[in-house]
């Protein structure tokens, strides 16, 4: 079986952040089924700049490259401050003018204190770039630090059942037709 490609951004830069441990936990509960790579330099992006679109600095090409490659993108994200972390904004900026998100299947998992702000927004900048069924692949985890413990185990029943079937829903749409 042919395991699907996906990079995991956190929408976090801490590195002990609760989640990493739920994309860790992912990794390892679909390990059969998803080959994920974490892009962990959602820091080292430089601001992003419109005009330097011509010669964007390598951290940014190698980012688009990472998701161009991917089969599928796995966002988990904390809220900041009812909004989405400035770090993964700055991201998803850097991919608006060459459409990486384009029809790429995306999952986003707001897992947080609350998140509803945040998630709420970030959903609909996704939906702007064309992020593909990213209606139907979201969760949000509310206090998700009790749902997950420091091992990358999803210790909450209901958290697990519901990350088991939106990943399940995930691999369904990279497999579609057209799934990429």
């Known amino acids: 079986m042919t395991r699907n490609k996906v990079v995991a951004i956190s929408g976090s830069t801490r590195k002990n952040a609760t989640n990493h441990h739920f994309i860790k936990a ?97 959903l609909e900048t996704l939906k702007v770039i064309e992020a593909k069924n990213v209606d139907h692949l979201q969760l949000m985890i509310p206090f998700a630090k009790t749902k997950i413990n420091e091992h990358h185990q999803i210790v909450d029943e209901k958290t697990l059942a519901d990350i088991k079937a939106l990943i399940a829903d995930f691999v369904q749409t990279m497999n579609e037709p057209n799934g990429k």
């Open 26 to 122: 992912i990794a390892d509960l679909f390990k059969e089924q998803l080959d994920i790579t974490v892009f962990d330099g959602i820091a080292n992006l430089p601001h992003f700049n419109p005009d330097v679109e011509d010669n964007v600095a390598i951290e940014v090409a190698d980012f688009r490259k990472q998701l161009k490659e991917a089969d599928g993108i796995l966002i988990c994200t904390p809220e900041y401050a009812h909004g989405v972390p400035g770090s993964l904004k700055n991201a998803i900026d850097w991919t608006v003018s060459t459409s990486e998100f384009s029809q790429k299947p995306t999952v986003l998992i707001t897992a947080s204190t609350d998140g509803r702000y945040g998630h709420q927004s970030l």
